[in-house]
């Protein structure tokens, strides 16, 4: 169904279109809420706030086009908040196992899907090893695919700072990657 | 045919100006002929006359002597060129480079494929149970969700709640005022010069009729007598002008300490009576 007429239905509190809203986004704002918390249960948990507030703000967001930066900003700022409420940093150690099994994608046979989820795990170390505006700067440009204004008016930085970061924070993973692929290499020779 | 026939030759067989049969037997020659085959290599721009490895060496010891390893800045553009946002001739340069040096090489292919395995990261399975969870959890809400005169009810009493409600609410109120009534504007203190100038005239009036009855020789000794007075009124017309200045400067400075001691003596009178309003509502909503 059409997102400007499911988010009109919702609106009017339909709780089909609702339920079709929520299976439509409940994984992004999940994946989100995992890549700032680094914790599952603690990324469920937020998941499901960020849902009741979506739910309750519904008649704040104006269209279909701005939806998905939307509520990627309220998952973000949710996010935020529950980092400086817990007081700590989101952990620098691999994400927990029962993330990266449920990372795995439908359909791909068990060694695919073993080498997948390693792979992921990977990348997401050598994501905790960027600097914090670097990390979000991927998150946001590369995995979640928001525009570079987007950016920049959710993380309250300018333009051109962005713009500046991206390819630069794109380079620093590649070569973070490739420095964990080589680290990973070396451990298994020796 | 021997070597130096192919030696002589070796322009027009490259050129291909030769006339057939020659070419057909510099050709057996050159199958049989290391040589002649290295010349004709060498003559031809062949790529492989000098081995890979050798190539590389001189290339990267010649750029070290030069401009430097172009590493660095190929790196800076090397995400537009996995985007395909580099300019045709600068991307055939970068390529160039790339086939020659394996670590951009493996960077620029890592570039690629992140650029297709991040976006697939978007996602995260919440797990069963988690749609199920959300629903019930927003049909409560929707539920328990009060009417429109209770939200705005409660929302009062949460703001009548805060600490700061009282000093808020009296800044507002004092802001309110003094936009509304206007600031009282102090009068200008440069009026030194106005008020002297009559002093001034009125002077110069007198000692003019005082001197019109004076004869011309005897003027020396009443002129030099008016002069000392003038001299002396001088002074003290300086002296006035500034107790004046003073009086008007210390005038002034307590209109000011009178006039800002008047917002502050409001907002605090506004914040007490805000305080009590709001001990008010309290009374009268606990009652309810």
Known sequence: ?190 | MDCTFFEKHLDGFVQETIAQATRSAMQEHLACCNRCRRLFDISRGEPDVMPFETGEILARSILEKTSGIPCPRVRQHLCDFTDGLLGTEYARLVSLHLDHCPACQGLARLLGELSQELPQMSERDPGAGFTAQVLKVTAQERASRPSLATRIRERWERALRRPRFPFEAAYAGTLLVVLTLGTPTIPPLDGSTRVLAPVETQLRRTLGNQLAGYELPNLTRPIRTKLEQVSILTSRLAGLETQLKDTLASQRSSAIRHLSSLPNLFFRRAFSFVNELIQDFKQAFSKE
């Open chain 1, 1 to 190: 169904m059409d997102l400007d007429l499911l988010l009109q239905r919702c609106r009017e509190r339909d709780e089909l279109a609702w339920e079709a809203l929520v299976r439509q986004f409940q994984s992004r704002v999940y994946g989100i809420a995992c890549h700032y918390l680094g914790s599952a249960e603690d990324a469920r948990d937020l998941a499901q706030d960020v849902f009741i507030r979506i739910y309750n703000n519904l008649n704040s967001c104006p269209n279909a086009q701005v939806f998905l930066p939307w509520v990627i900003r309220i998952t973000r700022n949710a996010s935020v908040d529950h980092i400086r409420r817990a007081k700590v940093r989101p952990p620098a150690s691999d994400i927990p196992a029962e993330v990266a099994h449920s990372l795995a994608a439908q359909g791909v046979n068990p060694e695919e899907q073993c080498a997948l989820n390693s792979r992921r795990k990977l990348i997401h170390r050598a994501l905790q090893q960027l600097s914090a505006l670097n990390r979000e700067v991927i998150l946001l440009k590369e995995i979640q695919g928001l525009a570079l204004e987007q950016i920049a008016s959710l993380l309250e930085v300018p333009l051109g700072t962005i713009k500046s970061r991206s390819n630069r924070a794109r380079l620093e993973l590649a070569e973070k990657v490739l420095a964990l692929e080589r680290g990973g290499a070396a451990g298994g020779v020796s």
